[in-house]
T-cell receptor
Framework: AQTVTQSQPEMSVQEAETVTLSCTYD???????LFWYKQPPSRQMILVIR??????QNATENRFSVNFQKAAKSFSLKISDSQLGDAAMYFC?????????????FGKGTKLTVNP | GAGVSQSPSNKVTEKGKDVELRCDPI?????LYWYRQSLGQGLEFLIY????????KSGLPSDRFSAERTGGSVSTLTIQRTQQEDSAVYLC?????????????FGDGTRLSIL
């Protein structure tokens, strides 16, 4: 079964600085998708960025980028020029389609605090 | 356009009562998912619907949990004889489904509290 591990329960960063959130996963699949979701106190899970495993190029969305290391099964999220609005829980997720079904397997999350 | 809509936003009920949680997916999305988010267990998959195919119910924790999706759109998650361990946030998501890597879009969730 696929597992997703986020080893940092909490992280903090100064406004305008850069922070990297870690994520590792375990899978026997060769083709899959990885996602980072953000969950502010409002509870809604907001898609931040996604990565296709067969693509070597790291995904980028404005201030958010990933460092995807397929061989190491690592998928970290870098937030540049951190803003107060970036404060939230961040979840790394693996999309599995085994058995004809489809679901996301989530890590436990990292709580990000942004200090002014 | 409108996102995934869930109701109620919050639900408080007594142990042993039945509850129904509703999810309206994004129009045109054929895939619908339910997840449960609790302090001890994190985010857990419950059930997946795709079009007219048989749903994947492998994540439902007990036979007290059931879900249906009528007309390929609205879904209802029902919990019978609620227990205190059912207290959690129940999140619904939808996606275009059937297409590679389509992201799941989530609603705001229903916070369920069992007294």
């Amino acid at each position: 079964a696929q597992t997703v591990t986020q080893s940092q329960p909490e992280m903090s960063v100064q406004e305008a600085e850069t922070v990297t959130l870690s994520c590792t996963y375990d899978t026997s699949e060769s083709d899959y998708y990885l996602f980072w979701y953000k969950q502010p106190p409002s509870r809604q899970m907001i898609l931040v960025i996604r990565q296709e495993a067969y693509k070597q190029q790291n995904a980028t969305e404005n201030r958010f980028s990933v460092n995807f290391q397929k061989a190491a099964k690592s998928f970290s999220l870098k937030i540049s020029d951190s803003q107060l609005g970036d404060a939230a829980m961040y979840f790394c997720a693996y999309r599995t389609t085994q058995g004809g079904s489809e679901k996301l397997v989530f890590g436990k999350g990292t709580k990000l605090t942004v200090n002014p | 356009g409108a996102g995934v809509s869930q109701s109620p936003s919050n639900k408080v009920t007594e142990k042993g009562k039945d509850v129904e949680l509703r999810c309206d997916p994004i129009s045109g999305h054929t895939a619908l998912y339910w997840y449960r988010q609790s302090l001890g267990q994190g985010l857990e998959f419950l059930i997946y619907f795709q079009g007219n195919s048989a749903p994947d119910k492998s994540g439902l924790p007990s036979d007290r949990f059931s879900a249906e999706r009528t007309g390929g759109s609205v879904s209802t998650l029902t919990i019978q004889r609620t227990q205190q361990e059912d207290s959690a946030v129940y999140l619904c998501a939808s996606s275009l489904g059937g297409l590679r890597g389509q992201p799941q879009h989530f609603g705001d969730g229903t916070r369920l509290s069992i007294l």
